[in-house]
Structure formats: C-alpha cells, structure tokens
C-alpha cells in the first residue's frame, strides 16, 4: 500500500508555527525514506512543533518508526516537539508496545520486530 504524505504549514507569519504531516497508507521500508526526504527542509527549518495526524495510516513497521524518532530528536534539539494524532487502533498498539519497552531489545532482528508489528495490526483489521 502507498503512502499519501500531506505537509500543511501553519497559517500566520511566524516561522516557527506548528506544521501538520498528514500520513495515509502504509508507512514501511518502502515508504519511509520519501517521507524522510520530505521532512528534511521541515525539520531544518526553524519549526518548532510538528503534528503527525495518522487518521488514515493504515500499517507502520520499524521504518517508520525510526522517521519518527529522527524527527522527534531534531525537534527536541531546537526546543521543540512531535506530536501524534489520531490515531487508528492498531497504530495506537504500535506506540504501546514501543512506550512499555523502551531501550529494550525483545527481538532478535528488525524483520522479526516488523513481522510482530504487522501481525498485530492485522489483528485490528479482522475485528
């Protein structure tokens, strides 16, 4: 599945509002390096809050993940933050799962992670 990536910057004349990335689709291997390329000039602006309205992100794997921590680091550099929204259950579990295990290495490789993550999305899907 493709990942629809939508930047909206914030309305005003202050450089640093906030900007909303609006994600749909699938965010994985294949997708998370465009929206990385995209948010590059975002990030090296001089923004301050990014808001990731995932309302229609179907699937991320450990790809995605890894654009968020990335971005969420730069951010918190210059004093700013990430934030995320609406979110659909089984991206919601993700973000679980990440926040009850943090710096602990539970799987032996990132495809077994991935493997994990996507069973358990699928799981959202059938109920």
Request: proline fraction near 6%; hydrophobic fraction near 45%.
């Given at each position: 599945?493709?990942?629809?990536?939508?930047?909206?910057?914030?309305?005003g004349?202050?450089?640093?509002?906030?900007?909303t990335?609006?994600?749909s689709?699938?965010?994985?291997?294949?997708?998370?390096?465009?929206?990385?390329?995209?948010?590059?000039?975002?990030l090296?602006?001089?923004?301050?809050?990014l808001?990731f309205?995932l309302?229609?992100?179907?699937?991320?794997s450990s790809a995605?993940?890894?654009?968020?921590?990335?971005?969420?680091k730069?951010?918190?550099?210059?004093?700013?933050q990430?934030?995320?929204?609406?979110?659909?259950?089984q991206?919601?579990?993700?973000?679980?799962i990440?926040?009850?295990l943090?710096g602990?290495?539970?799987?032996?490789?990132?495809?077994?992670?991935?493997?994990?993550?996507?069973i358990?999305?699928?799981?959202?899907?059938?109920?």
């Amino acid at each position: 599945m493709p990942l629809e990536i939508q930047i909206l910057k914030a309305i005003g004349s202050q450089p640093t509002g906030a900007v909303t990335v609006v994600l749909s689709g699938s965010l994985d291997t294949a997708t998370a390096p465009e929206l990385e390329r995209q948010l590059a000039p975002v990030l090296a602006s001089p923004v301050k809050d990014l808001v990731f309205n995932l309302a229609e992100l179907k699937f991320i794997s450990s790809a995605g993940l890894r654009v968020f921590s990335i971005a969420r680091k730069q951010l918190k550099e210059h004093g700013g933050q990430a934030s995320f929204i609406n979110l659909q259950p089984q991206i919601q579990e993700v973000f679980e799962i990440i926040k009850a295990l943090p710096g602990v290495a539970v799987f032996k490789s990132v495809a077994e992670f991935d493997k994990y993550l996507a069973i358990r999305q699928r799981a959202h899907e059938d109920n």
